[in-house]
């Protein structure tokens, strides 16, 4: 066909990610790109949307223009957002102008009422392809709050909750983005929801959530944060100190100064209080996310100390 190794592989992805859910689903194809304000503001309500017609066969998909220009280019997008139907590997509409959420919802009902797409046809298929919508949501929330709007992390996270109640992942994302939103009250109330739910309360990530809420907890006053760091740096061999410092840096907000005080810890004494610093370190990594950018790198700097 021509295509270079790279083209073949963009196609194979394409044809993996969009076109073969596409076979028995709708399809919202998003083209868009982390630079594109139009992008990101229309976002959520496609989120939103998506995740309410779930249930009527309906599945977001969304193509970075910058990682896919192949692909961009097959469909001639020309300026983003640019948002297709998809039915069966082939576009049914185009949704650009639905910018509003009663505007896509009645464009895509509309779609829905001319399509063959019956969603309770094969159950297990369906229970499968959820469970699979479902992960991309939560994937998706993850990385909204990565880039940091725990406000809109939150929102996603939620929908999640409401459209699979017993997502332990969707939970306990929703308890750490209402931490990172400062919205605490919220917090310990989903969480509460969250053990009231036999499925999903003893599942191991539902600790990450109780342990951004304990770290929320450290939060003092300004004066005493002040009190608290000039305490540590008075007496630099004061272990106890410096990681108090940091448990509260970390409350504050003020991740840079927790990991410098906890990782210098580590390298000074990395068995002090039975492993503290790392224990608490860890606890952060999960409570931000282990896919969040600081994570990784403050994750790096750590394992450089533990391992040369």
Known sequence: MGLSMDEQKAVERFKTDVVEPSMTKLVILDFYADWCGPCKAIAPMLEKVAAEYADKGVVLKKIDVDEEKFIAAQF????????????????????????????????????????????????????????QDVGQFVDMAEKVLADGDAERAAGVFM??????????????????????????????????????????????????ARNALELAGNKVDDGELAALREKAEADPENLQARYDYGEAAFAAGDRDAAADELLALVEKDREWNEGAARTRLIDIFGAVGLEDPWVVATRRRLSKILFG
């Open 76 to 131: 001639q997008v020309q300026s983003i957002p640019t948002i297709y139907a998809l039915f069966q590997g082939q576009p049914v509409a185009d949704l650009t102008n639905a910018r509003s959420e009663s505007q896509m919802k009645q464009t895509l009902d509309q779609i829905l009422g001319q399509l063959p797409i019956k969603p309770g046809a094969d159950q297990s298929a369906e229970n499968a392809q959820g469970q």
């Open 159 to 208: 929908q999640v909750v409401q459209m699979a109640p017993d997502n332990a992942a969707a939970h306990a994302g929703l308890v750490r983005a209402l931490v990172q939103a400062e919205r605490i009250d919220e917090a310990k109330s989903a969480l509460a929801a969250a053990e009231g739910i036999p499925s999903v309360a003893d599942d191991p990530q539902l600790d990450q």
